[in-house]
């Protein structure tokens, strides 16, 4: 297995996950290599030589800057475009060339690919949304698709992953000094999964050898209240004063604002679900308590 992005949360995560269960992985970094399991990338201008890849089952696009740093400035708009686009079409490139040998690209998406869409069942054949965000997503999606008609290619539509260095990291904060509560309505649907089945879903889409577009996000419908709450409740602190909608925009900026806070977006699993994988924490609540230890 090849995996790229292997720093971050997720991609570390997979990568210790892998190994444990006896699985030889490969890391592609961007600095010099550190034995014989680190392959350099990025940093000369070189493409990537594709026989780092030859012999493979898979390989991993989980590069991209985080989207939780605000506010998104121009600049830093620009990061996380060229943070995704530049490592995809790196690895689609050597994939193309390997030709029939190649192993399996599963690339990294953003359920943000769907925009905020209030009412809306979204599985994997709902259009592409209107925000910065989608937009990414679309140019991302792209790039992986460059790696040719023939090719086993699966992009990975991730929701904001419940754990503590991830969509939990600002609302621990909140949660612990008692000043969380909902953000804007609150009532707006966000997707969410729990870490575990992060990298089980990644697991398995290699396994079942799937392709095209798959959500990975948890099964059960949830609010912006319902993982706050859940969150207060496993601090035990309360859940009640209000972020307003027009304050967030002021810090953060629209962009991220409405990107990622007051989006309502039902994001439905259906083809991890159709293909048979199993949720290990089917609802925003047991995804909270796996993540959180409960207050003493």
């Known amino acids: 297995m090849v995996v790229a992005g292997a720093s971050g949360l997720i991609g570390r995560t997979l990568v210790e996950c892998l190994r444990a269960d006896g699985v030889e992985v490969t890391t592609l970094v961007r600095r010099p290599a550190q034995g014989p399991h680190e392959v350099e990338w990025l940093t000369s201008g070189e493409p990537l030589d594709p026989a780092v890849l030859d012999g493979a089952r898979a390989v991993v696009g989980l590069n991209g800057a985080s989207i939780g740093r605000f506010p998104w400035t121009p600049s830093y708009k620009s990061t996380l475009l060229w943070s995704r686009i530049t490592p995809t079409r790196a690895l689609a490139r050597a994939v193309r060339e390997l030709g029939a040998d190649a192993p399996q690209l599963v690339s990294a998406s953003a359920v943000g690919y769907y925009g905020s869409r209030p009412g809306a069942r979204l599985s994997e054949d709902a259009p592409r949304g209107e925000t910065f965000l989608a937009d990414l997503c679309g140019e991302w999606e792209r ?39 909902p953000i804007g309505r609150g009532t707006q649907v966000w997707p969410w999964i729990s870490l575990d089945d992060e990298v089980r879903a990644i697991r398995h889409v290699i396994d079942a050898r799937l392709t095209g577009p798959v959500n990975l996000s948890g099964p059960t419908r949830a609010t912006a209240n319902d993982l706050g709450f859940a969150l207060a409740v496993r601090m035990n602190r309360p859940y009640a004063l209000r972020a307003p909608v027009w304050g967030m925009k002021l810090v953060l900026g629209p962009d991220a604002t409405e990107a990622l806070l007051t989006t309502d977006a039902h994001v439905v699993p259906d083809a991890l679900t159709a293909s048979g994988f199993t949720f290990t924490h089917p609802t925003v609540e047991d995804a909270v308590a796996a993540a959180v230890p409960p207050a003493s």
Do not use: M, Q
Not at 150 to 161: F, G, M, S
Not at 165 to 178: D, H, I, Q, S, W
């Open 143 to 181: 790039a992986a698709l460059g790696a040719g008609e023939d090719a086993a290619v699966a992009v990975i539509r991730t929701a904001p992953v419940v754990h503590a260095e991830g969509v939990l990291k600002p609302l621990l904060a909140l949660t612990r000094l008692g000043v969380s509560g």
